[in-house]
């Protein structure tokens, strides 16, 4: 069992968010009723989450037909780290619709060469669970896979065949496992 400040250290953060003012940095206020989980799609060896951090706060976008889709989301996790790149009270750019953004905090999972897959997903399911128990949200109605706002098989890893099941059920009961497991304080 451990206290969510023993979890929070576990989780390995560090800030380092998109400068304001930047394009892809919204400013606008989030109210995050849901936590919604990506991966990468980025299988290029070294595309950990100091790379995504980069990405992030210095590109701040991909090209998509010839355009810029501008980009942010909350946190980017691997297999040794946790960046958080947005405040939790400000929108990012990450769901694809317009309530996926307005309503839930995003978390990048990284999935590149020579990753511990399954060590990112436990770091991923601690952090979601100390937001989860930082913002009283029940994990199965708050956790949501990025297909659930737009469709796109993501996060890629989590699904099968391309749709949410076991490997997904897994992922939300492993947070649940760890949130069960903070100690209740009791106000004196």
Known sequence: MASR???????????S????GRPNRSGSPLNPRFITVHNTSN???????EAHSRLVNQT????????????SWHYTVDDDTCIR????NEIGWHAGTREGNAESIGIEICMNKGIDQARAFDRAQRL?????HDLNLEPKNAIRAHQHWSGKACPTLLLDDGELGA???AFVAGVESYL???PVVKAV
């Open 17 to 20: 968010h998109i400068p304001e």
């Open 128 to 132: 979601i669970a100390c937001l989860c």
């Open 167 to 169: 490997k997904w059920e």
């Open 85 to 88: 790149h947005l405040p939790l």
């Open 60 to 71: 701040g976008y991909y090209e998509h037909e010839g355009k810029k889709r501008w980009v």
């Open 43 to 49: 299988t290029d060896f070294g595309a950990d989450a």
């Open 180 to 182: 069960k497991a903070i």
């Open 5 to 15: 400040a023993e979890l929070g250290q576990s989780l390995g953060l560090t800030i």
